[in-house]
């Protein structure tokens, strides 16, 4: 495997410490900004996503011994492969098929996606491929099983424990004891669908079989309503599955064997295998020259790994220009509260659209988002020609966004690594392989935007030279949005991308060319609407996009300790709760304290 390097511009590589010029045809740093690129997804890559995060829910429904239709009975037999004696294995496909077949029945439409083709490859992934589809979605599960099928050692009590999902905080404890607790080696997480309350969170006993199957008919029952919803075209469809499947299948453990280490949830297994099986339908077109190929050991697959990271992000969020916070009525400490929380959304927001941006100009579904979180984001691509140009052209535009709009506040670095290998991503060779992508992303942050430097309305050697006497983000419209923003934050329960104006809370932010809204409430169009806060009653179909959000809010114990409190009635009504329900401020919680 050859060196990663940060990621190339036009048809040269730049090195740290370099910069880079961007392509020809496009427009330099403080002109006028190109549309957001963009491609027509591509179906195929699509629908065998979709086959991907559907392909092992059947290994929820099994254990439940959940009861089966007809039509899918009179088909077991040429959906399992069968061993020596006639024996049939993989039995956990026929349930695959039975979610589909509920789906079919409840006629869903799966986005435009081919239905019928969609029972096949989920259906017969285990049977000798009769379809290069079937082929490739073979070849991406055995990639992503690498992962979750690793051999617990001998001494390890946990290997005989198949009935739940190993946790990962098994040593925590509510408990009045001095000291750390012993952990309890044999301890399981709750078989469950995603919550956050305290039996979903810290680990409990292991279960018997029994139990275990109680618990998957619950989950099974929630995924045979959930599957038939609308999907309004093949990216939805994808976003939409893809909330089902961490939704319910986040506790289910991917590998059932005696002997192996139950580390992983099939939520995530299911999230990789479709990665995967999008990249190979874009490296392996149904005319060219694998068409014919029906072994999936015979099928190469071709990587690239996108690291995206965002820095000075402290700097950004604690920035504050006392001439400028004064003109909105705000000092470094006054407003604070909300300056804080508005800059802590914007960033994460940034690094999610960014590599949904990347995503939607190389026609990719969104499951090849890996990992987005603390200002960091990994993409999985196909080392084909034509998406790596789409790619490139991405990362142009987005450079150039947060070079006119947030002016050097913020930095974007970015690892694009050398063309990977299938042997270069399996359990063996990953952790090194995604060292050196974190390596190179450390040293992206040395790289200039040297398309910008000289330009007359933006970055020199001498720094920024634009009309105004500021930088873009410390201009009275950002602020004002960045204020309105924290204000709104805490009402906000929806977020939608591209949407309408029903139940908006705030401004509206204009963020790698998407027009990002927040909601009081869900829009009556839920296209691109993620909420912001898990909620019982919600949809398992509703995408999630849980950010940091929560904030103290006053109780009718703590309206009359404030209300009684020293100094209240000097303060203006702004540093303080008015009424139950309403924010806490941090002069209010400075009163509340009681240590």
């Known amino acids: ?225 959930a599957i038939g919803g609308r999907y309004w075209d093949a990216g939805d469809c994808i976003q939409r599955l893809e909330a089902i499947v961490r939704r319910t299948l986040h506790a289910v453990p991917a590998s059932r064997q005696y002997g192996q280490q139950a580390d992983v949830s099939l939520s995530e297994h299911c999230r990789i295998t479709a990665a995967f099986a999008a990249c190979l339908a874009l490296l392996h077109p149904p005319d060219g020259p694998t068409a014919q190929l029906r072994e999936p050991n015979r099928i190469e697959g071709r990587y690239r790994l996108l690291n995206l990271g965002v820095g000075r992000i402290q700097e950004f969020i604690l920035r504050s220009v006392p001439p400028l916070d004064e ?110 992508v974190d390596q190179q992303l450390g040293e992206a942050r040395w790289r200039l935007p040297a398309g910008g430097l000289g330009d007359k309305t933006g970055w020199n050697e001498r720094g920024w030279t634009g009309t105004e006497a500021n930088l873009p983000a410390d201009r009275g419209g950002f602020l004002k949005d960045m204020e309105n923003l924290g204000r709104n934050l805490p009402k906000a329960n929806f977020l939608t991308l591209d949407g309408s104006d029903h139940h908006r809370l705030g401004p509206v932010l204009e963020i790698f060319g998407y027009q990002v809204r927040l909601h009081s409430a869900q829009p009556p169009v839920p296209t691109d609407c993620f909420a912001l806060r898990l909620r019982e009653d919600q949809h398992p179909a509703t995408p999630l996009w849980l950010a940091s959000g929560h904030v103290p809010q006053a109780t009718a114990e703590d309206m009359a300790r404030i209300t009684a409190g020293v100094g209240r009635r000097d303060r203006p009504p702004e540093e303080t709760a008015q009424e139950h329900g309403e924010v806490l401020t941090f002069t209010d919680l400075a009163l509340l304290a009681e240590d």
């Not at 410490?17 to 549309?35: A, E, F, I, V």
């Not at 003109?327 to 960014?354: D, H, I, K, N, P």
């Open 1 to 225: 495997m050859g060196p990663i390097r940060p990621v190339a511009r036009g048809r040269a590589a730049f090195a740290p410490g370099q910069g880079h010029q961007l392509r020809t045809g496009t427009c330099t740093m403080g002109g006028s900004m190109n549309p957001a690129p963009r491609t027509k997804p591509h179906e195929r890559a699509h629908l065998l996503a979709a086959a991907g995060l559907l392909h092992d829910t059947g290994k929820v429904g099994e254990p439940a011994g959940a009861p089966l239709h007809d039509t899918i009975i009179r088909l077991s037999h040429s959906i399992c492969p069968h061993d020596a004696c006639w024996r049939p294995q993989y039995i956990h496909v026929v349930y695959s098929a039975q979610l589909l077949h509920e789906a079919e029945e409840q006629d869903c439409r799966f986005g435009g996606l081919d239905r019928s083709e969609l029972f096949k490859v989920v259906a017969y992934h285990h049977q000798n491929s009769e379809t290069l589809d079937q082929c490739l979605l073979r070849k991406a599960d055995w990639l992503a099983s690498g992962h979750d099928r690793s051999e617990a050692p001998p001494e390890d009590r946990r290997a005989g424990v198949v009935t739940g999902l190993w946790p990962i905080l098994r040593s925590l404890r509510w408990s009045d004891e001095p000291g750390p607790s012993a952990p309890e080696f044999l301890e399981i997480m709750a078989t469950r669908t995603l919550s956050f309350d305290q039996d979903a969170v810290l680990p409990r006993p292991p279960q018997d079989r029994g139990a275990y199957g109680e618990a998957c008919l619950k989950i099974w029952e929630e995924l045979l309503s």
């Open 327 to 436: 003109a909105l009525g705000e000092t470094a400490e006054r407003g604070m509260a909300r300056r804080l929380r508005a800059r802590s959304f914007y960033v994460s927001l940034l690094t999610w659209l960014a590599a949904r941006r990347v995503l939607a100009a190389a026609g990719l579904p969104v499951v090849n988002l890996l990992f987005d979180g603390g200002g960091r984001s990994m993409l999985l691509l196909p080392d084909e020609q034509a998406t790596i140009a789409r790619v490139q052209d991405a990362l142009q535009y987005l450079d150039q966004w947060l070079a006119e709009r947030l002016g050097g506040t913020l930095r974007l670095d970015i690892a694009l690594s050398d063309p990977l290998a299938d042997e270069d991503l399996n359990r063996e060779r990953f952790s090194a392989t995604f060292r050196q």
